[in-house]
């Protein structure tokens, strides 16, 4: 009976003895910002261009929406109007809109008179500077796009010439730690610059497509303007 009560024993106090393993855990923050000091700053860069690129996408997105929100009867109030002869209503219905669609459709108005080529030539001008104001900031998100990549490639060189250069200086006696820090430099501002490229590059897209369905609606309404005036008296 002691046998087994020593044997209990000597278990326990092996148990105790281990040492108890604790999970190391790595937040987003500590991943991102361990590596040499080239690589913090090439982070601290990285997410510069996504706050822009964030910002950039979120305003440029409600203006497009606000800019294609437009009454359903809005071209058949105005066509109502200038058959009747009734222009200053027109105009105001136009600037009551706050649209590019108005805007163009206003510019028309106030053209009537002028032989048709010279409202047509009006109207396409209006047209470019409203698409110039839709595509504001649009090609910098963009250039984001390209050069947030180019960027964390930029410091995937650096990790990598840091760890070449404690190789070469420790005459191939390099501790690993300090191989490491190069090799972990290179790959944070790789996956970093991948990250910002890729959503400023969906939300240049995104903005692209929701221009292009305004310019759309601009044209369609220019045409309907233009037919409006052909219609026979």
Same mark, same amino acid.
């Given at each position: 009976?002691?046998?087994? =009560?020593?044997? /209990?024993?000597?278990?326990? #106090? %092996?148990? %105790?003895?281990?040492?108890?393993?604790?999970?190391?855990?790595?937040? &987003? @923050?500590?991943?991102?910002?361990?590596?040499?000091?080239?690589?913090?700053?090439? !982070?601290?860069?990285?997410? *510069? &261009?996504?706050?822009?690129?964030?910002?950039?996408?979120?305003?440029?997105? @409600?203006?497009?929406? %606000?800019?294609?929100? =437009?009454?359903?009867?809005?071209?058949?109030?105005?066509? /109502? $109007?200038?058959?009747?002869?009734?222009?200053? $209503?027109?105009?105001?219905?136009?600037?009551?809109?706050?649209?590019?669609?108005?805007?163009?459709?206003?510019?028309?108005?106030?053209? !009537?008179? $002028?032989?048709?080529?010279?409202?047509?030539?009006?109207?396409?001008?209006?047209?470019?500077?409203?698409?110039?104001?839709?595509?504001?900031?649009?090609?910098?998100? +963009?250039? *984001?796009?390209?050069? +947030?990549?180019?960027?964390?490639?930029?410091?995937?060189? =650096?990790?990598?010439?840091?760890?070449?250069?404690?190789?070469?200086? $420790?005459?191939?006696?390099?501790?690993?730690?300090?191989?490491?820090?190069?090799?972990?430099?290179?790959?944070?501002?790789?996956? %970093?610059?991948?990250?910002?490229?890729?959503?400023?590059?969906?939300?240049?897209?995104?903005?692209?497509?929701?221009?292009?369905?305004?310019?759309?609606?601009?044209? #369609?309404? #220019?045409?309907?303007? &233009?037919?409006?005036?052909?219609?026979?008296?």
């Amino acid at each position: 009976m002691l046998y087994f =009560i020593q044997q /209990d024993g000597l278990a326990d #106090a %092996a148990q %105790a003895a281990e040492p108890v393993v604790e999970e190391k855990t790595l937040s &987003l @923050f500590d991943l991102m910002f361990s590596g040499s000091l080239g690589g913090q700053i090439i !982070i601290v860069i990285l997410f *510069i &261009l996504l706050f822009a690129a964030v910002y950039i996408y979120f305003e440029r997105l @409600f203006a497009i929406k %606000a800019a294609s929100k =437009i009454d359903k009867n809005f071209m058949l109030q105005i066509k /109502d $109007s200038v058959l009747s002869g009734n222009i200053e $209503s027109a105009k105001i219905r136009c600037q009551q809109s706050d649209s590019p669609v108005g805007r163009l459709t206003e510019k028309g108005i106030s053209r !009537i008179g $002028s032989p048709l080529e010279d409202i047509n030539t009006a109207i396409e001008n209006a047209g470019r500077l409203e698409v110039y104001k839709l595509e504001k900031n649009v090609s910098i998100l +963009a250039t *984001i796009a390209g050069a +947030a990549p180019m960027i964390g490639f930029l410091g995937t060189v =650096i990790g990598m010439v840091l760890a070449f250069h404690e190789l070469a200086t $420790s005459s191939g006696q390099a501790q690993m730690g300090a191989l490491a820090e190069g090799i972990y430099t290179a790959m944070t501002t790789t996956v %970093a610059g991948l990250i910002v490229g890729i959503i400023a590059y969906i939300g240049y897209n995104h903005l692209v497509v929701k221009t292009d369905k305004v310019v759309h609606q601009m044209e #369609a309404t #220019a045409v309907d303007f &233009l037919d409006l005036l052909n219609e026979p008296a």
